[in-house]
């Protein structure tokens, strides 16, 4: 059982990082998501998939990723 919660930690810390420098390519380098994840060769789902993970979704609104059960939607909800 402690392999199996570490793996989750870690899979949880990787998701978190990825979400830092998302944020921070959107603020500082792209109009939106889509515009990131092309200029990288990134697959869209795939993000996406990964911060649904830990309950964050992209706002086009402030272009930028945040936690959409701060946000007041229902977990499983699929605005993004």
Known sequence: HKAIRRQRQMCIRAAVMLLSYVNTQLRDN?????????ANNIDINDVVGRLRAIN???????????????QGYILGDTKM
């Open 30 to 38: 792209y109009s939106d998501l889509t515009e990131f994840c092309v």
């Open 56 to 70: 964050y979704s992209y706002d086009p609104a402030t272009n930028s990723l945040s936690s959409y059960l701060k």
